[in-house]
């Protein structure tokens, strides 16, 4: 079955530093994965897909993703945070069979300043 | 800014009404999906609909039901609203044909049952 996985409820980082949000998936075939992002009482924004190609890929707000298809991962990266990053993140695959999205659990992004 | 819109956008209700929650989208997108977004943030797939008069339970079992007459226009309605029902409810719509196309999502219905 596939599934995706979010292994932090909440990630707290200085304004300025870089941050990483985990995400790790399980797929048959090849992986079709997805960042959105969910800032407070609104719907989920796209943020960034990896579908083939380059495994570092860009996205919106500066963000980016790297895809690691040995460790099965697909961490969402940026290299100095802003506390108007501070927002619910969610992974998403694709799941090949029935072309539905599965989202992760979330991941709380909290930048101090 | 998003093509896609919910109405309302909060709701407070006694148990027993009926109610629905609109959904409408200007992309033309074929697919179209609601979301519940419990407090725990979780997302859980309700409803789809890949085109006129198709519609499709999703992988959360709810006793809402939807209908899809146009492609712009989404419904979901509760025939008897629980405090159960107690929720965000999220609509969202994505290109047919295209398995890599991100989903758009409107900003979303929160529902209170009292």
């Known amino acids: 079955a596939q599934s995706v996985a979010q292994p932090e409820d909440q990630v707290n980082v200085a304004e300025g530093n870089p941050l990483t949000v985990k995400c790790t998936y399980s797929v048959s075939g090849n992986p079709y994965l997805f960042w959105y992002v969910q800032y407070p009482n609104r719907g989920l924004q796209f943020l960034l897909k990896?579908?083939?190609?380059?495994?570092l890929v860009k996205g919106s707000y500066g963000f980016e993703a790297e895809f690691n298809k040995s460790q099965t991962s697909f961490h969402l990266k940026k290299p100095s945070a802003l506390v108007s990053d501070s927002a619910l993140y969610f992974c998403?695959?694709?799941?090949?069979?029935?072309?539905?999205?599965?989202f992760g659990q979330g991941t709380t992004l909290q930048v101090k300043p | 800014e998003a093509d896609i819109y919910q109405t309302p956008r909060y709701l407070v209700i006694g148990t027993g009404k009926k109610i629905t929650l609109e959904c409408s989208q200007t992309?033309?997108?074929?697919?179209m999906y609601w979301y519940q977004q419990d407090p725990g943030m979780e997302l859980h797939l309700i409803h789809y609909?890949?085109?006129?008069?198709?519609?499709e339970k999703g992988d959360l079992s709810s006793e809402s039901t939807v209908s899809r007459i146009r492609t712009e226009h989404f419904p979901l309605t509760l025939e008897s609203a629980r405090p159960s029902h107690t929720s965000q409810y999220l609509c969202?719509?994505?290109?047919?044909?295209?398995?890599?196309?991100?989903?758009?999502f409107g900003n979303g219905t929160r529902l209170t049952v009292t």
């Open positions: 990896y579908i083939t190609g380059d495994n």
């Open positions: 998403a695959v694709r799941d090949g069979n029935t072309g539905k999205l599965i």
């Open positions: 609909s890949y085109g006129v008069n198709s519609t």
């Open positions: 969202a719509s994505s290109e047919k044909g295209h398995d890599n196309s991100p989903l758009h």
């Open positions: 992309m033309g997108h074929d697919k």
